[in-house]
T-cell receptor
Framework: NAGVTQTPKFQVLKTGQSMTLQCAQD?????MYWYRQDPGMGLRLIYY???????DKGEVPNGYNVSRLNKREFSLRLESAAPSQTSVYFC???????????FGSGTRLTVV | AQSVSQHNHHVILSEAASLELGCNYS??????LFWYVQYPGQHLQLLLK??????LVKGIKGFEAEFIKSKFSFNLRKPSVQWSDTAEYFC????????????FGKGTMLLVSP
């Protein structure tokens, strides 16, 4: 099925561990995004990639890095996880803004 | 930077009641406006969007929203809610300079009791 695929769906990390969240879309979209969702905070933009080969910081980039590996894939890396990064992470893509974002199903990350 | 305010964090309604969720944004120029819904345990889905033209926009599942430029508002409405409308609702805005990045409100959790 066409859409945005995120892996893993759940992850528990210890403080200081690193991990990479994977995101892939098969809709030939140019732009991809990483958001985090926290209770009472809505969704906040971490990083985005307007097109293949470019990445930019969003509202809350500290503690994260991203890679736009190719047009399909946009990964988010936590180099040294902190409890404050416990959240639900959503990847999204957009081909044309007229159709809005397509979101992945999310990754629920807990850092202990 | 633009911001989005959703007035109610939690709303509780009985089935068949009417719904109106408030959304205000803080950008004075042309905007694109969206409402997304997130059902429990699921990802966000687009309910409706406004770009231009008729300020009354109809979306899926009987939802509609009205853009009032003078009030910087984009309120979501539904005449008669159902138990299945229980979800969290997010208003979002895109400005022309944003590389299609959306700024989201903090969300309104709607609980519909049968």
């Amino acid at each position: 099925n066409a859409g945005v695929t995120q892996t893993p769906k759940f992850q528990v990390l210890k403080t200081g561990q690193s991990m990479t969240l994977q995101c892939a879309q098969d809709m030939n979209h140019n732009s991809m995004y990483w958001y985090r969702q926290d209770p009472g905070m809505g969704l906040r933009l971490i990083y985005y990639s307007a097109s293949e080969g470019t990445t930019d910081k969003g509202e809350v980039p500290n503690g994260y890095n991203v890679s736009r590996l190719n047009k399909r894939e946009f990964s988010l890396r936590l180099e040294s996880a902190a409890p404050s990064q416990t959240s639900v992470y959503f990847c999204a893509s957009i081909g044309t803004v007229n159709y809005g974002y397509t979101f992945g199903s999310g990754t629920r990350l807990t850092v202990v | 930077a633009q911001s989005v305010s959703q007035h109610n964090h939690h709303v509780i309604l009985s089935e068949a009641a009417s719904l109106e969720l408030g959304c205000n944004y803080s950008y004075g120029g042309t905007v694109n406006l969206f409402w997304y819904v997130q059902y429990p345990g699921q990802h966000l889905q687009l309910l409706l969007k406004y770009f231009s033209g008729d300020p009354l926009v109809k979306g899926i599942k009987g939802f509609e929203a009205e853009f009032i430029k003078s009030k910087f508002s984009f309120n979501l409405r539904k005449p008669s809610v159902q138990w299945s409308d229980t979800a969290e609702y997010f208003c979002a805005v895109k400005t022309p300079s944003g590389y299609s990045t959306l700024t989201f409100g903090k969300g309104t959790m709607l609980l519909v009791s049968p």
